[in-house]
């Protein structure tokens, strides 16, 4: 299950968003757990990549892990919120270097999402060959639905 807080005027597409993060949630056995979403702007990332990260810049996309139980559904499990800045995924032409060929900004925006989610399954990219692994899984992931 997801829930999407998209705090900007670009619109994106909720049925698809669902049925990508459900399948995936599912291909990583995680069919029953909970992902928050939020879209924001440039600013507000810029806000919490500093207050969490201590890093006075923008990013494209944070990963916030979070495995709380809900006291009302005792099965319900949280896995994290994913937020994805909408104007870096505006910059679609910035990934061309990571796929080899241009990507829509639809597709970069699935791609960051994806990407949020395999870092709140413990998937880090501090290091070149993480960054390359995760770069692959997202790609090969996306590939069912582009």
Excluded: C
């Excluded at 994106?12 to 291909?27: D, F, M, R, S, Y």
């Excluded at 201590?54 to 559904?73: P, W």
């Excluded at 032409?93 to 597709?107: D, R």
């Amino acid at each position: 299950m997801i829930e999407i807080n998209n705090t900007t005027k670009q619109k994106i597409n909720l049925a698809k968003t669902k049925k990508i993060v459900e399948a995936w949630l599912k291909a990583n056995k995680k069919g029953s757990w909970e992902v928050s979403l939020a879209v924001v702007g440039s600013s507000r990332m810029k806000r919490l990549n500093e207050d969490y990260r201590g890093i006075a810049k923008t990013t494209d996309v944070l990963s916030f892990v979070g495995e709380r139980i809900d006291n009302i559904e005792p099965d319900a499990k949280y896995l994290g919120e994913v937020i994805i800045n909408i104007e870096e995924v505006k910059k679609a032409s910035k990934y061309l270097e990571v796929f080899g060929k241009k990507k829509s900004a639809e597709y970069i925006f699935y791609f960051l999402l994806i990407h949020g989610l395999l870092h709140l399954i413990g998937h880090e990219d501090d290091e070149e060959v993480d960054r390359q692994r995760m770069l692959v899984l997202g790609d090969k992931f996306l590939k069912k639905y582009f």
